[in-house]
C-alpha cells in the first residue's frame, strides 16, 4: 500500500504543480493585456522620455510573450508524453492501473470526508 500512496502523493503533488503553473499563465496574460492596455492609453502623451520607456515596455512584452508561448508549447509537450506513458502503462497493466485508481480513489474520498 505504501507504494501506491507514494505514487498517489506524487501525483497529487504533480497535478497541484501543473494547476499552479497554468494558474500563474492565465494570471501573467491578463497582466500582459492590462500592460498593453496601459501603454495603449498613454500613446498619445507626449515627452521624449515617455515615448523611451513606452518603447522599452513593448519590447519587454514582446519578449515575454515569445517566451510565454514557448513555455506554454513545452507544457504541452510534457503533458502529451506523460499521457502517452499512462495510457502505454494502463494497456500493458489493466490491473494495477485498477488498483492504482482504487487506491487513489480512497485516499481522495478519504481527504474529502475529512472537511
Known amino acids: ?39 495603449k492609453a498613454s500613446a498619445n502623451q507626449g515627452g521624449e522620455k515617455l515615448a523611451e520607456v513606452r518603447a522599452r515596455a513593448e519590447e519587454s512584452l514582446r519578449a515575454v510573450k515569445a517566451r510565454m508561448a514557448e513555455t506554454q508549447t513545452a507544457m504541452l509537450a510534457k503533458t502529451k508524453a506523460a499521457a ?25 474520498g478519504l481527504l474529502i470526508g475529512r472537511r
Open 1 to 39: 500500500m505504501n507504494a501506491i500512496e507514494s505514487a498517489t502523493e506524487k501525483s497529487m503533488r504533480k497535478l497541484s504543480d501543473e494547476v499552479t503553473k497554468e494558474q500563474l499563465i492565465a494570471d501573467f496574460k491578463v497582466v500582459m493585456a492590462d500592460a498593453e492596455a496601459l501603454l
Open 84 to 108: 502517452d506513458v499512462t495510457d502505454a502503462y494502463v494497456h500493458e497493466n489493466p490491473w494495477k492501473a485498477i488498483g492504482i485508481s482504487a487506491g487513489l480513489g480512497l485516499v481522495i
